[in-house]
């Protein structure tokens, strides 16, 4: 499962990093089953675009490496993002992404503005579709 939030000492954070001094600290970790399934398009001139990388791009930079989720779009420019938890996201849709380092989010920060947001709540249910076709970037 993934973390979703920790808390230590009464501090809480986003994600699951955290910095624990020379003391004894009491731990929570707050975690998702993250059973729902983003499903959106990435389109370019108004055509579905195949073989672009989509990242899912969480609201909260602590929980990047936690929360991101990735796909290419199928030949019709669909894709599907499973095992999403509860939270606030941006989907980007990146021509020949693949190049990129994908895992750095300050690499992926620059999508974000072009981005399409998507809020998933805990009751979402096991599907959700995107509101609008992720629009295709370049490099």
């Keep these: 499962?993934?973390?979703?939030?920790?808390?230590?000492?009464?501090?809480?954070?986003?994600?699951?990093?955290?910095?624990?001094k020379d003391r004894p600290v009491a731990l929570v970790a707050t975690v998702s089953r993250g059973g729902t399934r983003v499903q959106g398009s990435a389109r370019k001139n108004d055509k579905g675009a195949a073989g672009v990388m989509v990242v899912l791009v969480p609201q909260q930079p602590s929980a990047y490496r936690?929360?991101?989720?990735?796909?290419?779009?199928?030949?019709?420019?669909?894709?599907?993002?499973?095992?999403?938890?509860?939270g606030q996201y941006t989907v980007v849709a990146i021509e020949d992404g693949?190049?990129?380092?994908?895992?750095?989010?300050e690499v992926i920060s620059r999508y974000l503005p072009s981005g399409v947001a998507v809020t998933i709540s805990e009751k979402a249910g096991t599907i959700v579709p995107l509101p609008a076709p992720v629009p295709v970037q370049s490099p």
């Design 98 to 105: 693949w190049k990129l380092d994908w895992q750095r989010r």
């Design 1 to 20: 499962l993934p973390v979703v939030a920790t808390s230590a000492g009464g501090a809480s954070s986003v994600g699951s990093q955290f910095t624990v």
């Design 66 to 86: 936690a929360l991101v989720r990735r796909d290419q779009s199928d030949s019709d420019g669909s894709f599907s993002l499973r095992d999403v938890p509860a």
